[in-house]
């Protein structure tokens, strides 16, 4: 499904869907690459791609089986009425699900507050982001202008909303979502040039090399500050 487009005119579905979030997340990616690489800088990159793609994937993978199935299961048993739901106002599906297993009210606000904090921290990264690359790349910038980046995208968001609604908000995902991926394509054709370096680089001790030679100094430390116990 994420590569079948379906570009017949009634095909409404993957326009607002797939094609939707291809954009959506294209257009984010600039924001969240640049965030991501400064809260990892130390990482390797076997725990760059493992915090960054594979446990985020795993989560979201559980979070829409558990979740998923189980409104499903509600729409097929007639236990819950999620289709009619889903037609109405998408965003009100995970609350209707919640509403029909026990301690719903527990679980409806949980699930409203982790809604509010991903809005918040999301807010609070593209704006930082957006502070680094007006500073001229300075990573810590002052907070009040990330504060005021955060409430220029918030207007931004309202006046897109507003005027068009959600189908506006799409429709500007996509727009600045097309032009990315030429930035991204030679981002990524630089990645692969640079791993070709650091591979050709030779003499470069590895992450196990200098912990070894940390522990032979430290212990050769301790000998020369003890020659009796040595």
């Not at 679980?107 to 680094?132: E, K, R």
């Not at 220029?152 to 097309?178: D, H």
Request: contains cysteine.
């Amino acid at each position: 499904m994420s590569f079948w487009i379906d570009m017949r005119t009634e095909g409404n579905w993957q326009t607002g869907w797939t094609i939707f979030y291809w954009g959506w997340w294209i257009s984010w990616s600039p924001f969240v690459g640049i965030f991501i690489a400064r809260i990892s800088k130390g990482r390797t990159l076997r725990e760059f791609v493992l915090n960054v793609f594979v446990v985020p994937a795993l989560v979201t993978f559980v979070w829409l089986a558990v979740f998923g199935g189980t409104g499903l299961h509600m729409e097929i048993n007639n236990t819950a009425e999620i289709a009619d739901v889903v037609n109405t106002d998408v965003a009100l599906s995970l609350h209707t699900v919640l509403e029909h297993l026990p301690f719903s009210t527990v679980t409806v606000a949980l699930g409203t507050l982790l809604v509010i904090v991903f809005f918040v921290t999301s807010s609070d990264s593209g704006s930082l982001v957006v502070d680094m690359i007006t500073s001229g790349g300075h990573p810590n910038p002052h907070t009040s202008q990330r504060i005021f980046w955060a409430f220029s995208e918030g207007a931004v968001a309202c006046v897109l909303l507003y005027s068009g609604g959600l189908k506006a908000l799409q429709t500007a995902s996509i727009i600045t979502g097309f032009p990315i991926v030429i930035l991204l394509l030679v981002g990524c054709y630089g990645l692969v040039k640079a791993f070709r370096v650091d591979a050709a680089v030779e003499g470069v001790p590895s992450k196990t090399d200098l912990v070894a030679g940390y522990d032979s100094n430290a212990t050769s430390e301790i000998s020369d500050k003890n020659p009796q116990s040595a």
